[in-house]
Structure formats: C-alpha cells, structure tokens
T-cell receptor
Framework: DAGVTQSPTHLIKTRGQQVTLRCSPK?????VSWYQQALGQGPQFIFQYYEEEERQRGNFPDRFSGHQFPNYSSELNVNALLLGDSALYLCASSLTSGQLYGYTFGSGTRLTVV | AQRVTQPEKLLSVFKGAPVELKCNYSYSGSPELFWYVQYSRQRLQLLLRHISRESIKGFTADLNKGETSFHLKKPFAQEEDSAMYYC???????????FGTGTSLTVIP
C-alpha cells in the first residue's frame, strides 16, 4: 500500500494563475482532507471531502475549491494565485471521520507563487 | 475559538534525559487530541491518540481537562526521537483538525 500519494511534488506558478493539485487516498479510506502548511506553521484546514461532497470547510476564500471522484481521489484547485498562497499543501485521508483513528498524510505538494 | 498552543518552538535535551513537549488547547466541547510527528524528510505521521491511551515508542500523553493540556512525555530520550512534533485537536465531528505550530525536538548525543 503506497499510502497517500500527492502530485506533483513541487510546482512553481505565477501570481494570478490557477493550479490543480491531486491526491490519491490510502487504500480503504473514503475521506480526503486538504491542509495548507506555511513555513514555520502547523497545517491549516482547508476543507474535507466525503462521498464526493465538501463536508466541511475551513477559513479559506472561495478561490480554493476541490473535488472528490468516485474512486475517492481528490483535487484541490486554487484560482487567482497570490504570493501568500505559497506553502506546502498536504492531503490527508481517513476512514469517514478522522476523529477515532486520525489521518494518514501524504508528502505534500510544495507550491511556490512568484 | 478552537486553538492549540505549543509554547516551545525548539527543545533540546540530552540522550537519556526525560523530555516533555507541551501542548495546551482551547475547545468548547469534549476534545479528542493527537500527537503527530515528522521525522527528517518524512511525512507527517500519527504518533498517538488520546482516545486509545496508548504508548508509542515510549511516549505517553495525558489529557488534563482542568489545565486543558495534553503534554507529550518520554522518560528517556533517544537520538531517533529528534523530529518535529505537532499537537492536534479534533473537532466534535472529527471532520477538522486544529494543529499547533509544532515543537522541534533535538536529542543531543
């Protein structure tokens, strides 16, 4: 089991562009959550997807959107990129709620906006 | 508001010495708390969960609701314990985790 896989590992984009990040959850997991981790900070919750719907959303603008596919994989889209969007984006999967067993994290996608 | 505070950004201890990584939280409800660890060049991984009251790699953590703390402890630090440690709190639904800013632990040989 490869665990949670994210692609790409690194990405450089220009301010104003759009970006799509991808995530495949751990086998058997049906819930995908996305986190943003700025340098020196802990991960910040963006949103969570379950049964192809956004189940909960953190304090992030509408420029951040996502999708979950029938095979449970997920995408994170960010429009109109700002310099402040530069961060490590983490995908985490879990079985339904993560409350009991916690998350399994991917290695992340390092996004740099120039 | 939900918040997790890890007051120490950096912590250094000698090998064999006890170690305690502090975590305080604020949450309006009954929290579920976790410790995550990130070793150098590795992904973030679950170390232990309050709900299971387990001991992993010699680490334990006790939830103190009166002091709203969930400190991570180990009686004898090992060099392989050097890593970044994050305390996290789960929302009531379990749909959202709140992470602290992390403590970088260095165990000096």
């Amino acid at each position: 089991d490869a665990g949670v896989t994210q692609s790409p590992t690194h990405l450089i984009k220009t301010r104003g562009q759009q970006v799509t990040l991808r995530c495949s959850p751990k086998s058997g997991h049906d819930t995908v959550s996305w986190y943003q981790q700025a340098l020196g900070q802990g991960p910040q919750f963006i949103f969570q997807y379950y049964e192809e719907e956004e189940r909960q959303r953190g304090n992030f603008p509408d420029r951040f959107s996502g999708h979950q596919f029938p095979n449970y994989s997920s995408e994170l889209n960010v429009n109109a990129l700002l310099l402040g969007d530069s961060a490590l984006y983490l995908c985490a999967s879990s079985l339904t709620s993560g409350q009991l067993y916690g998350y399994t994290f991917g290695s992340g996608t390092r996004l740099t906006v120039v | 508001a939900q918040r997790v505070t890890q007051p120490e950004k950096l912590l250094s201890v000698f090998k064999g010495a006890p170690v305690e990584l502090k975590c305080n939280y604020s949450y309006s409800g009954s929290p579920e708390l976790f410790w995550y660890v990130q070793y150098s060049r590795q992904r973030l991984q679950l170390l232990l969960r309050h709900i299971s009251r387990e001991s992993i790699k010699g680490f334990t953590a006790d939830l103190n609701k009166g002091e709203t703390s969930f400190h991570l402890k180990k009686p004898f630090a090992q060099e392989e314990d050097s890593a970044m440690y994050y305390c996290a709190l789960s929302s009531y639904t379990g749909n959202q985790f709140y992470f602290g800013t992390g403590t970088s632990l260095t165990v000096i040989p």
